[in-house]
């Protein structure tokens, strides 16, 4: 009974074992806090990749792709298919995207995917990354009118895209209206004397089509003449960041927008391959929120690509594809369906990667830093240990006459040493105790709190043109923050051993000599 109401007095009296509890609050909470939002950050990327990219996505091994894709699909079935939930087969190319802006020619270099919007939406999030609701809901490459004007993947507070407004089947009939105003204009500029006859090549973006039509391969007398204003060429959804910029003051604008003509170049399939080039008109644009494929990626449907590359047989009719993404049941293991695909399909021929496969070197890069920030962090929590430590020296030498006292009425070794361990450890429950509330505390607000720290310093303190997010995200673990509080504890009795060892070896005789 003695050790408690000792350990209680030492606690209550003994004000600079508060600089201890408050480095082991401060240290506690501080990894709380950093856990979490790193956790957030690595939950919220890890959620936008696997929207994009499958759970395990079967690659051929060249740029022709591989022939007859349902085939393939069947065989993926029969190796692996009660732990499959969908597949769809998609193209990829390299191309590059051109576009006139402000009588300025832009040229991007893009990912063209080949997708089948009817079975894409099965395993993937493409669809809620679309900024048309319609689109959201059954995707197509029609133009459509009525385009969200607001920025559907914003957590809270939302910013009205002004400029949307007017995408869509508005957009292009008024750019419809002003190119056949700058025609006219052209004619009457460049209009010949009677008996002669002048051409006038029409201005971008809307070019007419040929009179052989080369990619459709119909009859001169089978080509209409395409009207801008109520026909629209194959569609394409294109990556947001192509198209958007901010001003020095901060808003969005858009070079391009749904319902504008764009000009896609990619290469054919075979040997040699060869450039092919065609006019495209925007649908809808793609925002995952990661600039890595908001910057590159175009969507396009895949029998048109197929189409423009050669990729379909002319004798059967049956087309190439270059991979299948594989969306597995909840709770399917990855890596061995990954490794069942591996060894059923010749490696020199087919890739098989899961999503982490892909994205290894992103996902272990943030995993590093959060392993690296650990161990500064719970430097912190050291030093407040060797801060019990000095401490509990101190104490010793101030109390060798208590303690020679204690000893002499009977107190054993083991009694005394238990004194300062019992210090020691709750010096460490109730630092870690008031670090775990502090710290779960300020999680719960961190975005309120964000705000008022922006409010003061006159800048957002949380920028979502950086982080492309509008709200800090945070994950709390309760397994972390248990070996969080594990480790404060550990470390405050780890600190205590060496003063309480001395404690107890201190004899009665020699305590109490000067006395």
């Known amino acids: ?22 480095s082991v609050m401060l240290g506690v909470a501080t990894m709380i806090i950093v856990n979490s939002v790193m956790a957030g950050f690595s939950n919220e990327m890890q959620g936008r990749i696997r929207g994009i990219i499958c759970d395990v996505v079967f690659e051929s ?74 689109n959201r809901q059954e995707m197509t490459f029609d133009l459509k009118d009525g385009y969200d004007i607001y920025d559907h993947l914003a957590e809270g507070p939302t910013r009205e895209r002004e400029e949307m407004r007017r995408a869509g089947w508005e957009n292009r009939r008024r750019m419809a209206q002003e190119l056949a105003l700058q025609v006219k204009a052209l004619k009457e500029a460049t209009a010949a004397p009677p008996g002669m006859s002048t051409t006038v090549p029409p201005p971008e973006p809307f070019a007419q089509r040929p009179p052989t039509d080369p990619f459709r391969r119909q009859p001169v ?73 908001d910057s590159m990626f175009v969507f396009m449907p895949i029998k ?17 594809v270059n991979a299948i993404e594989i969306k597995l049941r909840p709770g399917a293991d ?14 020199g021929f087919y890739r098989v990667e899961t999503w982490r496969d892909k994205q290894g070197a992103l996902l272990a890069a943030v995993q590093m830093e959060t392993t690296i920030l650990n161990i500064l962090l719970f430097f912190i929590i050291a030093v407040a240990g060797f801060g019990i430590l000095a401490i509990f020296y101190m104490i010793v030498v101030e109390k060798t006459r208590d303690i020679g006292i204690l000893k002499s009425l009977g107190a054993s070794g083991r009694g005394v ?12 429950l109730v630092g870690s105790g008031v670090g775990l509330v502090l710290g779960l505390t300020f999680v719960h607000y961190i975005n309120p709190i964000a705000d008022g720290l922006g409010w003061l310093m006159g800048r957002p303190l949380f920028n979502p043109e ?12 309760p397994e972390t923050a248990a070996w969080i509080v594990a480790g404060a504890l550990c470390i405050a009795m780890l600190a205590s051993v060496l003063p309480a060892f001395r404690a107890a070896r201190l004899h009665p005789v020699e305590a109490l000599r000067y006395e």
């Open 1 to 22: 009974m003695y050790k408690l109401v000792l350990c209680w007095r030492y606690l209550c009296t003994r004000y600079i074992a508060f600089a201890s509890i408050i």
């Open 61 to 134: 091994g060249t740029l022709e792709g591989m022939r007859d894709p349902d085939s393939h699909m069947e065989q993926i079935k029969k190796i692996a298919g009660d732990e499959i939930d969908g597949m769809t087969p998609i193209c990829v190319v390299p191309a590059m995207l051109s576009y006139q802006w402000r009588g300025t020619w832009v040229t991007n270099q893009v990912q063209v995917i080949g997708i089948d919007e009817k079975t894409q939406g099965r395993v993937s999030d493409f669809a809620k990354y679309l900024q048309h609701p319609a």
């Open 221 to 293: 007398e089978q080509v209409k003449q395409f009207d801008p204003a109520k026909e629209q060429n194959t569609g394409v959804v294109i990556g947001i960041a192509m198209s958007k910029f901010s001003k020095a003051d901060g808003e969005e604008h858009f070079r391009v927008l749904p319902g504008e003509d764009v000009q896609l170049t990619f290469p054919t399939a075979g040997a040699p391959p060869k450039a092919v080039s065609d006019k495209f008109t925007i649908v809808d644009f793609y925002e995952s929120k990661m600039l890595e494929y």
């Open 304 to 320: 048109e690509l197929q189409r423009l590359r050669g990729m379909i047989d002319p004798s059967t009719g049956v087309g190439y």
């Open 334 to 347: 990855g890596n061995a369906v990954r490794d069942k695909l591996k060894a059923a399909f010749p490696a």
């Open 417 to 428: 040493m238990g004194i300062f361990l019992t210090y020691g450890l709750s010096l460490g």
């Open 466 to 477: 950086i982080y492309y997010l509008y709200r800090i995200p945070t994950i709390v673990f």
